[in-house]
């Protein structure tokens, strides 16, 4: 038999290798296994169970969990079944859950524990198609008698005696099961409008990951940690899709606090991680070697522009000097080898970062220290669809399109592609689908060129791209990811849409700053006051200027302002994946905007402030607009 | 019901000051019962009466039927009576795992030779408390901190570790003083939370002392108010808030005008 199905691949995995592991999951302080045996018994159950409960093929399981085995084995479970798993944010705040929950017509939903069970039951008179919510972790909730809730462990029960009344009844289910059934509904938080919940095959799936199988080497003793947010496309991607084609172990870390502690333990062979993780890696290390002895201090500082210079030549593909190579072999030893291993990068093959552009100097710092970091390209709509091979990778390009991907760019300069992973469109919302599938091809929305050798590069979200008022044309996210590079810069806009500079709002890095400041000795109480610290003004000015230099003159950052409060996606400035929705920041601090392209030296802004309580306050501050030194006082005399 | 906790006419006086005086009532079995009152009216010094720090010249102190009142506090730990200190106690050098290790040296069986050897009982008996340790870690959701020195962690972390502490003598009464001092809103939640949980999950019996009214009201069954040493109200959480003696020992004689 061909396998044309996720679960119809468990059940091939579970047949050749049962020992093998298949899941982990750290509990008590030990990683506990699930082998593809294990794996199979609980989907089994699982599917069982929900076909007792009458879910019937095309049906939605809407998923509310941390990545877990459990999560994974419902996720499967529905699409044994023929029905379509719909996994959610578990951060999102009521309303989001509301609209999505209800938008997708889940008729079952899945809690993990009674944190997720009380945001579903407050929302229960609000969501009429959903008949039982199926919950995990039990704890704290021996007390909750509402038949709309029942365990896992009774449901997996009720499959287990079906599976005895019926035997082969969940062999049928699964072989019943078409490349094109409906594997996927995946709700992206786009930086405008209401979600959009985009639907994928069963194919779009099989042969997003064979097409990544054509480049890369995955093996089936493969160890990957599963850590993002199972609602982002990619961990359906590779924690679901390519751990069951190919057979490698998937591990789920003990809680989201301890990511970082389980990664080093677990040591994976890829890992997939978008920029901001990256970004957060590169500033711990930096913190650490702060605080880090005089003499790891001098080593570092002295063989990590080696390695970057090594990293360099290896991309530009030009032969290292004999004293490169020894210096190298020196580093390799004393910081590379240690920095890749203690942050559990010992035996990464490949590393891969997407989603959003990341800092060149990021890049270079892990290729510096000789972990294999890549960029890929992809969407939720056409799965990834580029990669940087091997040997061949570039600053500031995304790779080449996979063999199975056809990449092509508009007039306009917009990117479009088309292939087999390309999505079903987007669940009821015909127009959305037409909006971006035009005659057979997906319509990205991201402004893009090929370089010289072929290799994609990706400027900005076309609308995003913008020009001042005398014409120069800039690309605010570029500027942006420079600043971002800073430990002490968060997250920053850029301005300038019609206007005669550049101008950007910033937020600082509280942990970094504040750890700064201690440092200093500089006295804080919130964000907002440390945001406002001269200080503070004076460090971030010294990072703007840095960035100033790498900038071409004309869209060089003029002024800019340290945000009073941190962008945050329970307020709708940025999405849950971190892309800031430049439309509606741009609205909600007009008056800082303006004040950013006026003569004043400071801005008023008015807050409203909802407590917990529902009561609503208004808070009015003032906060310093910072005008950098034109071009001229930048050369030096 | 029987109480599992009797007081009954508890008096302790510190030189000229009497710091309670004839103190009496009675904690069923899992009930939440916390103990309020203006600062100095004794309640920190009844919670040490009951765990044998110090003991009552008057009165009795009555465990599961058993007059404990002249115990040390060893012997009443060993009865199933654990506690938490306003200012927190923890061995600020050890990682949260070791402190809460610690918390089962009463359950401890084996001597210091058999704890030396690697191998035998000694091992069996360190992994089947550090599975109870690792229960308790998972409950309070301190994974992330396990081998962190406890001195190094914020404050309202190293409470929760303390309230782990006294878990992980899986007692019977579970003596809290003010477990949410000097927390924020989210904070106070959590540990308000976990209070809950502990009582629902063991059926521990709990008393705490704490000063934020909002908590008391929600989660004890029962109040009770001391001013001056003196127990001056008793009740659910609604009936003492409408007791005229209680409003009148925390906001003085002019606001009841």
Redesign the interface.
Known sequence: MVETTLPQYLLRNARTFPRRPALRE????IWQEWTWADYLAHVRAIALGLVSLGFQRGDKLALLSDNRPQLYAAMVAAQAVGGVPVPLYQDSIARELQYVIDHADARFVYAEDQEQVDKVLDLKANLPKVERVIYDDP??M??YTDPFLMSLERLEAQGRDLDREQPGRFETLVAAGRAEDLALVCYTSGTTGAPKGAMISQSNLVHAIQGILEVEHYAPTDEVLAYLPAAWVGDTFWSLAASLMVGFAVNCP??P??VL?NLREIGPHHIVAPPRIWENLVSTVQVKLGDASWVKRRLAGWLMPIGEEVARCRMDKQPLSLRLRLLNAVGEHLVFGPLRDHLGFRRTRYAYTGGAPLGPEIFLFFRAIGINLKQVYGQTEIAVSCVQRDGDVKLGTVGRPFPNVEVRLTEAGELIARGPAMFLGYYKNPEATAATIKDGWLHSGDAAMFDANGHLVVIDRVKDVTALANGTKFAPQFIETKLKFSPYIKEAVAFGLGQDYVAVMINIDMENVGKWAERRQIAYTTYADLAQKPQVYDLIHGEVRRVNRDLPETTRIRKYVLLHKELDPDDDEITRTRKVRRALVARKYAEIVDTLFSDAGTAAVTTVVTY?DGRQATLKTEIRIETVETARDLVPA | MSALLEIREVSKAFGGVQAVSRVTFDVAKGEIVSVIGPNGAGKTTLLNCVSGVFHPEVGHIVLDGEDITRLRSPQIAARGVARTFQNIALFRGMTVVDNLMLGRHLHMRNGVLRSMLYWGPGRREEVAH??VV??I???L?I??I?KRPAGSLPYGLQKRVELGRALALHPKVLLLDEPMGGMN?EEKEDMA?FI??VN??WETTIILIEHDMGVVMDISRRVVVLDLGQKIAEGSPAEVKANPLVVKAYLGTKAMA
């Open positions: 750290k509990e008590k302080g704890k704290g021996r007390h003990e809680r606090e301890t502690e917990q | 550090r599975k690792e229960d870690v998972d409950f959701e994974e992330a396990r809103i939370r809950l949980d629902d999950e």
